[in-house]
């Protein structure tokens, strides 16, 4: 990034950019260096639970923490697919940090789009982003699970708005640079918006509550808010329950870029599983497994699958970047697609493996158990499903 320009109001989004990459490619060109330094400390942090602290660093200083910062702020202006592509390598070195990375990288994206932030507090984070690594997430979800309107509470008092609640599953909550908390008003008629909270405010708390099967890492801990304050300008789409959902194009981004970081999970496994059959000769063999057409044979099945899901995902962010006008609604369908070719890829490298696999010695159990956390941060499945059943069904009939 090369500027602190105020916001002005734009319709286009990072696609609109224009067309000198070069600073993308400069950016994806630091991507083998950041993965290696990535895998490196993954095994360590996964073990213990801390936070990848050295791996956000590298991140930002590749310049990839702020990939999607758009053109009109000096960032280069990322698309959807080149989105992807980044959180993809950065999945095949720590699933962990991909994640953190991508929740930056869609508030960026989502700011160059709708310039929803209020102008000195997007500034503010341009800063600190040339400064250091600057982490952003939205903080929605709440231990009593979904309600209708969020359990955190807005109190006005005077033109500011206090915060009182909690938060879970808050990824990266002990190193975020701001907090977009999504709350309701203490009203009699309440509304909903999202209050932007610097980490480190008055009446910010974290709760090291998590301790999950996978992405260990990100540090999914609670985030207590005991009267945090927010300015009246650092409050963005504050309306009527339900009327400020994420829109198409903004779910689009979402799933497709936290799918390309179980991707590279997925991808990750299969690297694994190439070394391990080249290296591996059993007692009553005298060559590699790798010499076993079974073995070559599944192995070929599991690249196979990998290869259809990662077509699909780039596929459709290049629909998405292009404008196709249908491309959004399916990035549900192929969210869950891909999800659950890596879930299965990884359970096939397991299977091809025996018993290494489940070793602590090796990565490949932990690739697992970070495939299994992805339904923890997309809609149910089922939601998909029946709104694919319900187009069929609903729709006109065809005969034939």
Known sequence: MTSTAAPTAHPAGPAAAPEDRTEVAEALARLPRVVDLLAARAEEHDRDGTFPYQGVEAVHEAGLLTLTVGRRYGGPGATL???????????????????????????????????????????????????????????????????????????????????????????????LAWMAVRARTEEPVPRVGTFLVRGDSPGVEIDPTADQLGLRASAGHEVVLDGARVAPEAVIRLGAPGSALPDDLARAWRDLALSAVFLGVGRAAQDWLVGFLRRRTPANLSEPLATLPRHRAALGELAASLIGAGELLHGLAAAVDRGETTAPARAGTVRLLVNRTVTGAVQQALTISGSPGLSRRHPLERFLRDALSAPAHFPPDEAVLEGLARTLLDGPARRG
Do not use: I
């Open 81 to 175: 697919a080149e989105t992807c592509r980044a959180l993809a390598e950065l999945g095949r070195g720590d699933a962990s940090v991909a994640l953190l990375t991508a929740h930056t990288l869609l508030h960026h994206a989502d700011q160059a789009r709708t310039g929803a932030w209020p102008v000195a507090g997007y500034r503010r984070l341009l800063t600190e982003s040339r400064r250091g690594p600057a982490l952003v997430t939205t903080l929605d979800a709440e231990p009593g699970g979904p309600a209708p309107l969020p359990a955190t509470v807005a109190r006005r008092e005077g033109d500011d708005w206090f915060l009182t609640g909690r938060k879970a599953d808050c990824a990266g909550a002990e190193a």
